[in-house]
């Protein structure tokens, strides 16, 4: 499928932090969201095609109740136009998650989604991460 045309995208995004004990290395809510609109004009495959507007967002929740623990909770959902969404439907998400952090670079977090794709379409999944980050960075020299 080729696409010739303009598209244009626009995004809004937003976060918040609060920390009820003042500070975040102990408790902390994070509020976080956003936001996007697609403006598509142009054809597919020699096709006319316009009109071709899509929207969707996010928002999510994680609270860190200790300095080593945190969960989460995340929706998502996508608007489409009636040409080009599966059988009339806009796909959501939901999303849990808890996960722990051993030290400043590696972090443990299980998650499940669940994804409604279409109507009676459903999709789960359970993941387990093992997060690790190493390597130079501006608060040690190696």
């Known amino acids: 499928i080729v ?3 303009n598209i244009d995208l626009y995004i809004a995004d937003f976060r918040y932090i609060f920390a009820p004990t003042g ?3 102990n408790k902390e809510l994070i509020l976080q969201g956003e936001y996007f609109y697609r403006e598509e004009d142009g054809s597919y495959n020699s096709s006319k095609y316009s009109n071709g507007n899509s929207s969707g967002f996010y928002a999510q929740a994680v609270y860190k109740f200790t300095p080593q623990w945190r969960t989460g909770l995340r929706y998502g959902k996508l608007f489409t136009t009636q040409s080009s969404s599966i059988a009339n439907y806009d796909p ?3 999303s849990a998650m808890i996960d722990w952090s051993n030290g400043e670079f590696s972090r443990v977090r299980l998650q499940y989604n669940h994804e409604e794709l279409a109507k009676n379409h459903h999709d789960n999944q359970i993941t387990l991460q ?3 980050s190493f390597g130079a ?3 040690h020299k190696y």
């Open 92 to 94: 959501k998400s939901y």
């Open 130 to 132: 093992y997060i690790m």
């Open 137 to 139: 960075h501006s608060a």
């Open 3 to 5: 696409f010739t045309g």
């Open 23 to 25: 500070n975040a290395n």
